[in-house]
Protein backbone atom coordinates (compact mmCIF):
# COMPACT_ATOMS: atom_id res chain seq x y z
CA UNK A 1 0.00 0.00 0.00
CA UNK A 2 1.62 3.01 -1.01
CA UNK A 3 1.99 6.45 1.29
CA UNK A 4 -1.30 8.60 1.40
CA UNK A 5 -2.22 11.35 3.68
CA UNK A 6 -5.53 11.97 5.94
CA UNK A 7 -7.81 14.29 7.59
CA UNK A 8 -10.97 14.11 9.30
CA UNK A 9 -13.86 15.95 7.46
CA UNK A 10 -16.14 18.45 10.03
CA UNK A 11 -19.14 18.54 7.25
CA UNK A 12 -20.58 16.95 4.35
CA UNK A 13 -19.87 19.93 1.96
CA UNK A 14 -16.52 20.36 3.56
CA UNK A 15 -15.57 17.01 2.77
CA UNK A 16 -16.90 17.19 -0.65
CA UNK A 17 -14.55 20.53 -1.05
CA UNK A 18 -11.82 18.65 0.32
CA UNK A 19 -11.86 15.45 -2.55
CA UNK A 20 -12.51 18.22 -5.29
CA UNK A 21 -9.63 20.09 -4.18
CA UNK A 22 -7.04 17.44 -3.95
CA UNK A 23 -6.33 15.78 -7.03
CA UNK A 24 -5.85 11.98 -5.95
CA UNK A 25 -7.95 12.26 -2.68
CA UNK A 26 -11.01 10.03 -2.11
CA UNK A 27 -13.22 9.47 0.83
CA UNK A 28 -13.40 6.99 3.40
CA UNK A 29 -15.67 5.22 5.45
CA UNK A 30 -16.44 1.53 6.06
CA UNK A 31 -13.30 1.45 3.66
CA UNK A 32 -14.37 -2.31 2.88
CA UNK A 33 -13.99 -2.28 -0.97
CA UNK A 34 -11.55 0.84 -1.51
CA UNK A 35 -8.98 -0.67 1.36
CA UNK A 36 -8.65 -3.89 -0.48
CA UNK A 37 -8.17 -1.94 -3.85
CA UNK A 38 -5.44 0.42 -2.09
CA UNK A 39 -3.72 -2.98 -1.07
CA UNK A 40 -3.75 -4.24 -4.46
CA UNK A 41 -2.48 -0.82 -5.84
CA UNK A 42 -5.63 -0.46 -8.11
CA UNK A 43 -6.68 2.61 -6.25
CA UNK A 44 -3.86 4.82 -5.48
CA UNK A 45 -5.55 7.37 -3.38
CA UNK A 46 -3.00 9.99 -2.16
CA UNK A 47 -5.22 11.63 0.46
CA UNK A 48 -8.00 10.31 2.34
CA UNK A 49 -10.70 12.42 3.78
CA UNK A 50 -12.49 10.66 6.54
CA UNK A 51 -16.47 11.18 6.86
CA UNK A 52 -17.49 8.45 9.44
CA UNK A 53 -17.87 11.22 11.94
CA UNK A 54 -20.43 13.47 9.92
CA UNK A 55 -23.72 11.99 11.75
CA UNK A 56 -24.98 10.58 8.36
CA UNK A 57 -26.01 7.50 10.36
CA UNK A 58 -29.38 7.44 10.82
CA UNK A 59 -32.42 5.96 9.47
CA UNK A 60 -35.70 8.62 9.31
CA UNK A 61 -39.14 9.07 7.70
CA UNK A 62 -39.56 11.60 5.19
CA UNK A 63 -42.69 13.58 5.00
CA UNK A 64 -44.06 12.28 2.27
CA UNK A 65 -44.00 9.01 4.15
CA UNK A 66 -40.92 7.66 2.84
CA UNK A 67 -38.07 6.70 4.11
CA UNK A 68 -34.15 8.64 4.36
CA UNK A 69 -31.80 6.47 5.11
CA UNK A 70 -28.04 8.18 6.04
CA UNK A 71 -25.05 7.47 3.91
CA UNK A 72 -23.02 6.33 6.93
CA UNK A 73 -26.04 3.16 7.96
CA UNK A 74 -24.01 0.33 8.09
CA UNK A 75 -25.80 -2.66 5.84
CA UNK A 76 -26.67 -4.35 9.48
CA UNK A 77 -28.53 -1.69 10.95
CA UNK A 78 -29.81 -0.98 7.90
CA UNK A 79 -31.30 -4.26 7.11
CA UNK A 80 -32.17 -4.95 10.87
CA UNK A 81 -34.32 -1.69 10.68
CA UNK A 82 -37.94 -2.58 12.01
CA UNK A 83 -39.85 -0.35 9.31
CA UNK A 84 -37.25 -1.50 6.46
CA UNK A 85 -38.57 -5.17 7.30
CA UNK A 86 -41.92 -4.04 7.58
CA UNK A 87 -42.53 -1.85 4.91
CA UNK A 88 -39.21 -2.34 2.46
CA UNK A 89 -38.94 -6.19 2.64
CA UNK A 90 -37.00 -6.46 -0.50
CA UNK A 91 -34.28 -4.61 0.94
CA UNK A 92 -33.45 -6.16 4.26
CA UNK A 93 -33.67 -9.02 1.88
CA UNK A 94 -31.24 -7.93 -0.52
CA UNK A 95 -29.11 -6.73 1.86
CA UNK A 96 -28.86 -10.14 4.36
CA UNK A 97 -28.13 -11.94 0.59
CA UNK A 98 -24.45 -10.04 0.12
CA UNK A 99 -21.01 -10.52 1.99
CA UNK A 100 -20.66 -11.32 5.16
CA UNK A 101 -21.79 -10.24 9.05
CA UNK A 102 -18.71 -8.99 9.92
CA UNK A 103 -18.25 -6.94 6.67
CA UNK A 104 -22.13 -6.02 6.77
CA UNK A 105 -21.18 -4.81 10.36
CA UNK A 106 -18.71 -2.19 8.33
CA UNK A 107 -20.41 -1.51 4.84
CA UNK A 108 -21.98 1.35 4.88
CA UNK A 109 -24.76 2.73 2.14
CA UNK A 110 -23.26 4.91 0.46
CA UNK A 111 -20.38 2.62 -0.03
CA UNK A 112 -22.62 -0.30 -0.82
CA UNK A 113 -23.70 1.70 -3.64
CA UNK A 114 -19.94 2.62 -4.66
CA UNK A 115 -18.13 -0.85 -4.59
CA UNK A 116 -16.35 -2.00 -7.76
CA UNK A 117 -16.33 -4.54 -9.77
CA UNK A 118 -15.41 -7.76 -8.73
CA UNK A 119 -14.29 -8.70 -12.65
CA UNK A 120 -10.80 -11.24 -12.26
CA UNK A 121 -9.64 -9.20 -14.88
CA UNK A 122 -10.33 -5.84 -13.14
CA UNK A 123 -8.01 -7.14 -9.94
CA UNK A 124 -5.37 -8.58 -11.56
CA UNK A 125 -3.05 -5.88 -12.16
CA UNK A 126 -0.84 -7.83 -14.95
CA UNK A 127 -4.12 -8.04 -17.51
CA UNK A 128 -5.39 -5.13 -19.85
CA UNK A 129 -8.37 -3.76 -18.19
CA UNK A 130 -10.53 -0.09 -19.46
CA UNK A 131 -12.43 -0.35 -15.95
CA UNK A 132 -8.56 0.01 -14.37
CA UNK A 133 -7.06 1.84 -16.37
CA UNK A 134 -8.65 3.81 -19.73
CA UNK A 135 -7.59 2.79 -23.21
CA UNK A 136 -5.43 0.00 -21.78
CA UNK A 137 -8.06 -2.69 -23.08
CA UNK A 138 -10.41 -5.37 -22.25
CA UNK A 139 -8.83 -9.15 -21.25
CA UNK A 140 -12.31 -10.03 -20.19
CA UNK A 141 -13.35 -9.93 -23.76
CA UNK A 142 -11.84 -13.15 -25.43
CA UNK A 143 -11.15 -14.24 -22.00
CA UNK A 144 -13.06 -16.29 -19.07
CA UNK A 145 -16.22 -14.76 -18.55
CA UNK A 146 -18.71 -17.08 -16.89
CA UNK A 147 -19.25 -14.34 -14.18
CA UNK A 148 -19.53 -10.92 -16.44
CA UNK A 149 -22.23 -9.46 -18.22
CA UNK A 150 -24.77 -10.54 -20.94
CA UNK A 151 -26.39 -7.00 -21.13
CA UNK A 152 -25.36 -3.57 -20.89
CA UNK A 153 -21.63 -4.23 -21.76
CA UNK A 154 -19.74 -2.24 -24.33
CA UNK A 155 -16.47 -2.91 -27.01
CA UNK A 156 -14.61 -1.56 -23.77
CA UNK A 157 -15.78 -3.60 -21.06
CA UNK A 158 -18.24 -6.49 -20.03
CA UNK A 159 -17.93 -6.38 -16.47
CA UNK A 160 -21.02 -6.11 -14.29
CA UNK A 161 -21.64 -4.47 -11.19
CA UNK A 162 -21.85 -6.64 -8.02
CA UNK A 163 -23.78 -5.07 -5.54
CA UNK A 164 -27.22 -6.84 -3.56
CA UNK A 165 -28.54 -3.94 -2.18
CA UNK A 166 -28.59 -1.28 -5.31
CA UNK A 167 -30.92 -3.85 -7.04
CA UNK A 168 -33.22 -3.56 -4.32
CA UNK A 169 -33.03 -0.11 -3.96
CA UNK A 170 -32.98 0.00 -8.08
CA UNK A 171 -36.82 -2.02 -7.46
CA UNK A 172 -37.83 0.62 -5.22
CA UNK A 173 -37.49 3.68 -7.30
CA UNK A 174 -34.69 4.75 -4.33
CA UNK A 175 -33.06 8.59 -5.22
CA UNK A 176 -29.56 8.88 -4.11
CA UNK A 177 -28.89 12.75 -2.40
CA UNK A 178 -25.88 14.38 -2.73
CA UNK A 179 -23.72 17.55 -1.74
CA UNK A 180 -20.69 19.01 -3.97
CA UNK A 181 -18.20 21.11 -3.04
CA UNK A 182 -19.71 24.25 -3.45
CA UNK A 183 -22.59 23.08 -0.95
CA UNK A 184 -24.98 22.42 -4.15
CA UNK A 185 -27.55 19.16 -3.40
CA UNK A 186 -29.53 17.16 -5.95
CA UNK A 187 -31.49 13.88 -5.95
CA UNK A 188 -30.24 11.38 -8.44
CA UNK A 189 -32.76 8.47 -9.38
CA UNK A 190 -30.81 5.50 -8.27
CA UNK A 191 -31.59 3.99 -12.04
CA UNK A 192 -29.48 6.72 -13.19
CA UNK A 193 -26.80 6.75 -10.91
CA UNK A 194 -24.73 4.00 -11.99
CA UNK A 195 -23.19 4.26 -15.80
CA UNK A 196 -23.20 1.92 -18.29
CA UNK A 197 -19.50 1.67 -19.56
CA UNK A 198 -19.42 3.08 -23.20
CA UNK A 199 -15.89 4.12 -23.84
CA UNK A 200 -14.95 5.06 -20.63
CA UNK A 201 -15.57 2.24 -18.47
CA UNK A 202 -13.49 3.77 -15.18
CA UNK A 203 -16.12 5.86 -14.49
CA UNK A 204 -18.70 3.98 -12.59
CA UNK A 205 -21.49 6.66 -11.75
CA UNK A 206 -22.90 9.90 -12.43
CA UNK A 207 -20.90 11.76 -9.51
CA UNK A 208 -18.85 14.70 -10.44
CA UNK A 209 -15.36 15.07 -8.41
CA UNK A 210 -15.84 15.15 -4.88
CA UNK A 211 -19.96 15.01 -4.87
CA UNK A 212 -20.68 12.88 -1.99
CA UNK A 213 -23.37 10.97 -0.86
CA UNK A 214 -25.48 11.59 1.76
CA UNK A 215 -28.24 10.06 2.02
CA UNK A 216 -31.08 7.49 -0.25
CA UNK A 217 -34.48 7.92 -0.08
CA UNK A 218 -37.33 5.70 -0.44
CA UNK A 219 -40.68 6.35 -1.25
CA UNK A 220 -43.94 5.25 0.15
CA UNK A 221 -43.99 1.79 0.63
CA UNK A 222 -45.94 -0.07 -2.18
CA UNK A 223 -48.32 -2.65 -1.94
CA UNK A 224 -46.97 -6.17 -2.98
CA UNK A 225 -45.22 -8.87 -2.30
CA UNK A 226 -41.40 -8.62 -1.63
CA UNK A 227 -38.95 -11.00 -2.95
CA UNK A 228 -34.96 -11.03 -3.48
CA UNK A 229 -33.80 -14.23 -4.79
CA UNK A 230 -30.14 -14.57 -5.73
CA UNK A 231 -28.48 -17.91 -7.64
CA UNK A 232 -24.92 -18.15 -6.90
CA UNK A 233 -22.13 -20.80 -6.26
CA UNK A 234 -21.82 -21.34 -3.05
CA UNK A 235 -24.02 -20.55 -0.26
CA UNK A 236 -22.53 -17.60 0.90
CA UNK A 237 -19.98 -14.93 0.59
CA UNK A 238 -20.28 -14.94 -3.59
CA UNK A 239 -21.79 -12.50 -5.81
CA UNK A 240 -24.82 -13.01 -7.97
CA UNK A 241 -25.21 -15.17 -11.45
CA UNK A 242 -28.19 -14.04 -11.37
CA UNK A 243 -30.28 -12.14 -8.31
CA UNK A 244 -34.00 -10.81 -8.94
CA UNK A 245 -35.53 -7.87 -6.41
CA UNK A 246 -39.06 -7.94 -7.32
CA UNK A 247 -42.33 -6.75 -5.94
CA UNK A 248 -45.86 -8.24 -7.45
CA UNK A 249 -49.29 -7.62 -6.59
CA UNK A 250 -51.96 -10.11 -6.62
CA UNK A 251 -53.12 -8.89 -9.69
CA UNK A 252 -49.39 -10.31 -11.08
CA UNK A 253 -48.10 -6.63 -11.74
CA UNK A 254 -45.07 -5.34 -10.23
CA UNK A 255 -41.76 -4.56 -9.95
CA UNK A 256 -38.37 -6.37 -11.24
CA UNK A 257 -35.14 -5.55 -11.39
CA UNK A 258 -31.99 -8.39 -12.12
CA UNK A 259 -28.31 -8.27 -10.79
CA UNK A 260 -25.52 -10.13 -11.77
CA UNK A 261 -25.98 -9.77 -15.65
CA UNK A 262 -25.39 -5.72 -16.22
CA UNK A 263 -22.86 -3.06 -15.27
CA UNK A 264 -25.45 -1.68 -13.29
CA UNK A 265 -28.80 -2.98 -11.79
CA UNK A 266 -31.14 -3.59 -14.65
CA UNK A 267 -34.43 -2.88 -15.05
CA UNK A 268 -36.82 -2.34 -18.12
CA UNK A 269 -40.02 -1.27 -17.21
CA UNK A 270 -41.77 -2.08 -20.32
CA UNK A 271 -41.11 -5.64 -19.02
CA UNK A 272 -42.85 -5.62 -16.26
CA UNK A 273 -45.98 -5.18 -18.58
CA UNK A 274 -44.95 -8.61 -19.15
CA UNK A 275 -45.50 -9.74 -15.88
CA UNK A 276 -49.11 -11.26 -16.24
CA UNK A 277 -48.01 -13.12 -18.81
CA UNK A 278 -45.14 -14.92 -17.08
CA UNK A 279 -41.40 -15.00 -17.00
CA UNK A 280 -40.45 -16.62 -20.29
CA UNK A 281 -42.42 -13.09 -21.74
CA UNK A 282 -40.45 -10.77 -19.11
CA UNK A 283 -37.34 -12.40 -20.07
CA UNK A 284 -37.72 -11.25 -23.43
CA UNK A 285 -38.40 -7.81 -23.53
CA UNK A 286 -35.99 -7.31 -20.56
CA UNK A 287 -32.80 -9.36 -22.81
CA UNK A 288 -33.62 -8.43 -26.27
CA UNK A 289 -30.45 -7.04 -26.76
CA UNK A 290 -28.26 -9.23 -24.52
CA UNK A 291 -24.64 -10.16 -26.15
CA UNK A 292 -23.60 -13.12 -24.09
CA UNK A 293 -20.41 -14.73 -24.55
CA UNK A 294 -19.73 -18.32 -24.51
CA UNK A 295 -18.92 -18.69 -21.56
CA UNK A 296 -22.10 -16.51 -20.09
CA UNK A 297 -24.88 -17.37 -22.28
CA UNK A 298 -26.69 -19.84 -19.59
CA UNK A 299 -27.44 -16.25 -17.94
CA UNK A 300 -30.22 -15.73 -19.62
CA UNK A 301 -31.81 -19.30 -19.36
CA UNK A 302 -31.28 -18.71 -15.53
CA UNK A 303 -32.43 -14.98 -15.48
CA UNK A 304 -36.17 -16.86 -16.51
CA UNK A 305 -35.74 -19.64 -14.50
CA UNK A 306 -35.40 -17.55 -11.57
CA UNK A 307 -37.69 -14.94 -12.09
CA UNK A 308 -40.52 -18.38 -12.73
CA UNK A 309 -39.23 -19.26 -8.76
CA UNK A 310 -39.47 -15.57 -7.45
CA UNK A 311 -43.80 -15.52 -9.42
CA UNK A 312 -44.21 -18.88 -8.31
CA UNK A 313 -43.18 -17.48 -4.45
CA UNK A 314 -45.51 -14.76 -4.81
CA UNK A 315 -48.61 -16.94 -5.54
CA UNK A 316 -47.46 -18.94 -2.37
Known sequence: MRAFSYERATSPAQAAAAVASRPGARFIAGGTNLLDLMKLEIETPTHLVDIGELGLNRVERTGDGGLRIGALVSNTDLASNDRVRRDYGVLTRAIVAGASGQLRNKATTAGN??????????????????????????????????????????????????????????????????????????????????????????????????????????????????????????????????????????????QIAIGGIAPRPWRIEAAEAQLPKGAKAVTTTLLADARPTADNAFKIPLVERTLAAVLAETKG
Open 113 to 254: LLQRTRCPYFYDTDQACNKRRAGSGCAAIGGYSRQLAVIGTSDHCIATYPGDMAVALRVLDAKVETVDAAGATRAIPVGEFHRLPGDRPDVDTVLTPGELITAVTLPRPVSGTHVYRKVRDRASYAFALVSVAAIVRRDGSG
